[in-house]
């Protein structure tokens, strides 16, 4: 069975090839759209996943969407109601597009594929399973297991904010439990990322990042704390939670919050995005963090009491959190925690395909037998590299030997060169997993501010991600969930930290920033933690070959790896993106598969 999944018209568009149940392809439309985070109709992102697939429209079975529009203006309906008069200037607003387009969306996704197909476009059978029955086939049916409990958390599909239940490789998905909107433990989190000043459905792991950074242990982050729990959120000891409304304005509203009421909660300002950010700021984003952690926590002793599952599968945008999916797995209410790379709306697209094939067939899923698959993505043929190095006038190496290839990038990264590498297929979902990444010596203790200032062009105080080969991982790196998808955090080795000043905590975000952590100063966050990418020989052996050779030539088997973009920019797509990115930031060199360009 062929099927197309499709997520749209949210946040990451994003569509999937699927056959008899196996993902071939997968895209985001940003990638194409050059649109960070595009919500558009993935019209690119189809044609590539056709082109590699060799199919056309006609031949394809179903085409599946990742929710249900109708469930989602029903939902809009009866809350603009519920809470009336309020937010009618968002109610005006809404409606114009509901009954243009999105509450007729089979027909304007038959009109957007007669685009791409011609008029058999029509004919094509398309389904609408529901988003977090989406969520969730995306994350049992990418996982090594063949029965697991699952947990998709999100802002709010239809009307679910929160799903929980068991996945069986034989009987299917079956719902134990929902929240329901406008109880949301992602749109809590947005809130705070509004308030902060950083931007909803793209800042929130700027605010996790940022969490770190708080007085842990001081007044002020328990007053924060007793402040969320009194005023904001009812939690549950099942993990339920009812959030106090007359603080919140996204069920009705075009933001997140009243701003005039938090400062007054809260007792400062809300953040403008360009306002320097303060020890306060940090102590707040630690609180917030801190409070989705104990619902998380909660939730997930509930699902283990009620399904009596070895293992549990995340998903939902709340599962890229990943500080919160490490101390899910440190509690060992599980055996192991599986989330897959695209957890987020991306991620639907893949869930609504897998959702449709074991629902029309009759499927049995025994938990995949390798890792899941992360590149998925288009690759870029060496005809198509040599078009924009002639394009451009470049000045190139090029390597017959891969072998000879990964000494040479070896050699300039032990020489502390910042290195854009692009290499086969494009990765799905947030993560650079070494495919289309930046690269650079961890052991530098300026590389953190040069990578950040000058060649990201984003915040300083946001750490880098470092990537390890499997069998490295404990030279450096404390026990804990090993993730091929970054998605988890681990502590740096206690034998590589360094102490710390002793007024540490008085000092300013920047001056604690250049304190270095580590030996590996500019992966090792302020805490000691790292999101730690683990890289199998069998997944990426390219990738990994460039890690062993970094190993032999220096002594350390880890580099950073950071995605090959810039700010509010999506990662590169093709051979001129990544021209142009190198161009316009201090990137030293640019590896386009063989060819190597140095400044």
């Known amino acids: 069975m062929r ?21 071939l392809f997968a895209a985001q439309e940003e990638r194409f759209s050059r649109i960070k985070n595009d919500p558009s109709f993935p019209e690119e992102a189809i044609k590539f996943c056709l082109s590699e697939s060799g199919f056309t429209l006609e031949d394809l079975d179903y085409i599946a ?20 008069p309020r937010g009618f200037g968002s109610f005006a607003k809404a409606m114009p597009v509901w009954l243009k387009e999105k509450l007729f969306t089979k027909q304007v996704i038959r009109k957007q594929l007669k685009k791409i197909g011609g008029p058999h476009a029509r004919k094509i059978r398309i389904v609408f399973p529901e988003h977090h029955l989406s969520h969730a086939a995306s994350a049992f049916y990418t996982s090594p297991f063949s029965k697991s409990a699952f947990l998709t958390v999100d802002g709010v599909g239809e009307w679910t904010t929160t799903s929980y239940g068991l996945a069986s490789g034989t009987e299917g998905i079956k719902v134990l439990g929902e929240l329901h909107f406008p109880n949301s433990l992602g749109l809590l989190y947005s809130s705070f990322t509004f308030f902060l000043g950083f931007e909803v459905n793209s800042g929130e792991y700027k605010m996790m990042g940022l969490a770190p950074y708080s007085n842990h242990q001081s007044e002020a982050v328990q007053r924060f704390i007793d402040i969320i729990k009194k005023k904001l959120v009812d939690i549950k000891e099942d993990g339920s939670i009812n959030l106090n409304q007359d603080y919140f304005e996204y069920p009705v509203g075009l933001r997140m919050v009243n701003p005039k009421k938090w400062e007054k909660l809260f007792g400062f300002k809300k953040r ?20 989705l952690e104990e619902i998380l926590v909660k939730l997930t002793h509930h699902i283990k009491k009620e399904t009596q599952a070895a293992y549990l599968c995340l998903a939902g945008g709340v599962a890229l959190n990943c500080v919160a ?45 390798k890792t899941f698959n992360p590149y998925l993505g288009p690759c870029a043929s060496h005809q198509e590299i040599e078009r924009v190095l002639r394009k451009h006038k470049c000045e190139y190496q090029y390597f017959e030997s891969t072998e000879e290839l990964l000494s040479t990038v070896a050699n300039y990264l032990a020489d502390k060169k910042v290195v854009g590498w692009f290499w086969g297929r494009t990765e799905f979902g947030p993560r ?21 200032l000058k060649i990201k062009f984003r915040e300083s105080f946001r750490p880098f991600a470092p990537a390890v080969c499997e069998e490295d991982y404990d030279s450096y790196f404390e026990p804990g969930k090993r993730s091929a998808y970054m998605l988890f955090t681990n502590p740096v080795k206690e034998s590589r930290r360094k102490s ?35 890289m199998k020989k069998e997944v990426n052996p390219t990738f990994w070959s460039l890690l062993q050779t970094f190993k032999k030539l220096t002594g350390n088997g880890v580099l950073i790896n950071t995605s090959f973009n810039v700010k509010d920019e999506p990662i590169v797509n093709t051979p001129e993106d990544a021209y142009q ?19």
């Open 325 to 369: 999916n490490s101390v899910l797995f440190n509690e060992n209410i599980f055996k192991d925690i599986y989330v897959q790379p695209a957890a987020g709306d991306a991620g639907g697209a893949i869930g609504a395909a897998l959702a449709t094939a074991h629902l029309k067939e009759d499927l049995t899923f025994t938990g995949l037998k």
């Open 581 to 599: 990115c190198f161009m316009n930031s201090g990137m030293d060199i640019l590896v386009l598969e063989n060819y190597v360009i140095a400044k």
């Open 3 to 23: 099927i197309l999944g499709i997520s749209a018209y949210y946040h990451d568009s994003a569509a999937a090839i699927i056959v008899d149940g196996k993902v």
């Open 500 to 534: 710390l000043p002793k007024n540490f905590h008085e000092l300013s975000l920047e001056e604690k920033r250049g304190n270095p952590k580590s030996e590996l100063p500019a992966i090792t966050h302020i805490d000691y933690s790292a999101r730690v990418q683990v």
């Open 272 to 291: 403008t995005n360009d306002e320097p950010l303060t020890q306060t700021h940090a102590d707040l984003a630690f609180a917030a963090q801190k409070v």
């Open 65 to 84: 969407f990742y929710d249900k529009p109708f469930l989602k203006f029903e939902r809009l309906l009866e809350t603009y109601y519920a809470f009336a």
């Open 432 to 452: 650079a997993l070494g495919n289309r990444s930046i690269l650079a010596d961890p052991t530098d203790p300026e590389m953190q501010s040069k990578l950040n």
